[in-house]
């Protein structure tokens, strides 16, 4: 049982095991010095590759006891740990990436959050649940057709139930997201 007292399953905790988490990050292709926002940070699995692909990691977690062990874990690395629920994260003033593995249950308010107007997002791959992933990608997805003329959507990596411990009950895959061209999202 965590630190807070509360069984895994009652924050959906389904962290992503290291290896894969390195998959996601090679495949997204960081550059060094690059601000990257892991939003669900959990452990740490993916802030820990992206700190070894020289990023600037703002490592996101909700949950006070995971927030603390990633203060201590990155306590010399490029990462500032905030301790902030995603609905009221507020986004950087200059052009970031995510890469992240966030809870699903915040997959649709996240995505609106991050493609708000005035978002400086250039980037972001995102472990969902696959059939998230396909909405966007396909889109049929709410609001994607909105979002689809300033950000163009794919799929990427396919991730097996494996990738994660507990093994979640749906299947997931990497939404990649990317800026196509400036309007009013990239603006202010």
Request: charged letters at 25%; glycine letters at 10%; zero cysteines.
């Amino acid at each position: 049982m965590p630190g807070s007292g509360q069984a895994r399953g009652a924050w959906g905790w389904h962290p992503l095991d290291s290896r894969w988490a390195q998959r996601v990050v090679d495949a997204a292709g960081v550059v060094p010095g690059e601000l990257v926002l892991d939003i669900g940070a959990g452990n740490g699995a993916l802030t820990a590759p992206l700190v070894r692909a020289g990023a600037q990691v703002v490592a996101v977690e909700l949950h006070p006891g995971r927030a603390d062990r990633l203060r201590r874990r990155f306590s010399d690395a490029p990462v500032t740990v905030v301790r902030v629920d995603a609905a009221d994260l507020r986004l950087p003033a200059r052009p970031f990436r995510v890469i992240s593995s966030p809870p699903y249950g915040i997959s649709t308010p996240l995505l609106k959050r991050l493609l708000s107007p005035g978002s400086r997002l250039v980037t972001a791959d995102l472990v969902l649940q696959r059939q998230v992933v396909n909405r966007w990608v396909d889109g049929r997805a709410p609001g994607a057709a909105r979002w689809s003329r300033y950000y163009d959507t794919s799929l990427g990596i396919r991730l097996p139930r494996k990738a994660f411990t507990p093994p979640p009950q749906v299947d997931s895959a990497v939404l990649r997201i990317e800026r196509i061209r400036k309007g009013p999202a990239a603006q202010r």
